[in-house]
């Protein structure tokens, strides 16, 4: 499966973005997908999840309610929508596919990734 990550940009604070990752080479919908960021001197970390089927999302605390991940199989795509964003958000976000959503929280558990895209946000 090959992941490309789109839509990272520079926003001011309060601002939204929509983050786009585009699937192909595999049937998407066996996977669950995650994303994650990773700002520099810090770990890669997740952010949102979703099941395979898109019945199930799980988000780091401090995005709840801000940011919205959703997928759509027919088109081999997965979305996170970030809204209310601030600068603790800035980082390299990454997609990534891997075939136990109960395993979401760990990047180890993840099979594919997509290239990352950078998103920076102004104070």
């Known amino acids: 499966v090959q992941l490309q990550a789109s839509g990272g940009g520079l926003v001011q604070a309060g601002g939204s973005l929509r983050l786009s990752c585009a699937a192909s080479g595999g049937t998407f919908s066996n996977y669950a997908m995650g994303w994650f960021r990773q700002a520099p001197g810090k770990e890669r970390e997740l952010v949102a999840a979703?099941?395979?089927?898109?019945?199930?999302?799980d988000y780091a605390d401090s995005v709840k309610g801000r940011f919205t991940i959703s997928r759509d199989n027919a088109k081999n795509t997965v979305v996170l929508q970030m809204n209310s964003l601030n600068p603790e958000d800035a980082a390299v976000y990454y997609c990534?596919?891997?075939?136990?959503?109960?395993?979401?929280?760990?990047?180890?558990?993840?099979?594919?990734w997509g290239q990352g895209t950078l998103v920076t946000v102004s104070s």
């Open positions: 990534a596919a891997g075939q136990q959503y109960g395993s979401r929280w760990s990047p180890q558990e993840y099979d594919y």
């Open positions: 979703i099941s395979w089927s898109g019945g199930r999302t």
